[in-house]
């Protein structure tokens, strides 16, 4: 007579199983991992070059009709510049007021942030007092900014050591740089002052 073998699976075979299917659970679960953290990433980058695609533009727009403000309420173009830092008056029709001036700041503020603040006449006769975050930082985005002046036809980089009464005059041309101090991406445009050539 034969002994007959119960069907089943012992204790051992079945934690083998367990562990095998625990081990291939771990690389599944690490390969997604990856595959989201890479999509996150890509989706960071790209936000981060449409915040500096937005900005560039609101920039340029305002920097593009830099202008002097004609008398009684004679102020200069060129207000106050470093190579972080811009302060001038433009025509640009930033705000709502036509062909009015209005002085721009574009530099960073305490947080970080990208801003821009704004000041001038408004319709309501109250005067704007305002300010726009250009790009916000965050731990996935640090917004840095610089600016070269352009300064006489010869386009030689304006003497920042000079008072800005002395080569405001002349600028001609501001070359600006927005990048991100966490990944590197950098946009850059010169922009040809309209009311100059």
């Given at each position: 007579?034969?002994?007959?073998?119960?069907?089943?699976?012992?204790?051992?075979?079945?934690?083998?199983?367990?562990?095998?299917?625990?081990?291939?659970?771990?690389?599944?679960?690490?390969?997604?991992?990856?595959?989201?953290?890479?999509?996150?990433?890509s989706?960071?980058?790209?936000?981060?070059?449409?915040?500096?695609?937005?900005?560039?533009?609101?920039?340029?727009?305002?920097?593009?009709?830099?202008?002097?403000?004609?008398?009684?309420?004679?102020?200069?173009?060129?207000?106050?510049?470093?190579?972080?830092?811009?302060?001038?008056?433009?025509?640009?029709?930033?705000?709502?007021?036509?062909?009015?001036?209005y002085?721009?700041?574009?530099?960073?503020?305490?947080?970080?942030?990208?801003?821009?603040?704004?000041?001038?006449?408004?319709?309501?006769?109250?005067?704007?007092?305002?300010?726009?975050?250009?790009?916000?930082?965050?731990?996935?985005?640090?917004?840095?900014?610089?600016?070269?002046?352009?300064?006489?036809?010869?386009?030689?980089?304006?003497?920042?050591?000079?008072?800005?009464?002395?080569?405001?005059?002349?600028?001609i041309?501001?070359?600006?740089?927005?990048?991100?101090?966490?990944?590197?991406?950098?946009?850059?445009?010169?922009?040809?002052?309209?009311?100059?050539?």
């Amino acid at each position: 007579m034969t002994a007959r073998r119960e069907e089943g699976t012992t204790l051992t075979e079945l934690l083998v199983a367990i562990g095998v299917f625990s081990v291939l659970m771990v690389l599944v679960g690490s390969g997604m991992t990856a595959v989201f953290r890479g999509i996150a990433d890509s989706r960071s980058l790209s936000n981060t070059e449409q915040d500096q695609r937005n900005a560039m533009l609101w920039i340029s727009r305002a920097v593009r009709y830099i202008d002097d403000v004609d008398p009684p309420n004679a102020e200069p173009a060129v207000v106050a510049a470093s190579s972080d830092s811009f302060t001038f008056t433009t025509y640009s029709g930033l705000g709502d007021v036509v062909d009015a001036p209005y002085q721009v700041t574009i530099d960073r503020d305490p947080s970080g942030d990208l801003v821009a603040r704004m000041t001038g006449p408004s319709a309501d006769g109250e005067g704007l007092d305002t300010s726009y975050v250009l790009m916000a930082a965050s731990p996935r985005q640090q917004p840095e900014i610089q600016f070269q002046y352009l300064c006489t036809a010869a386009e030689t980089p304006c003497n920042l050591e000079d008072d800005t009464s002395v080569w405001g005059p002349t600028l001609i041309k501001v070359n600006i740089v927005l990048s991100d101090g966490s990944s590197g991406i950098e946009t850059e445009q010169t922009i040809v002052l309209v009311n100059r050539v």
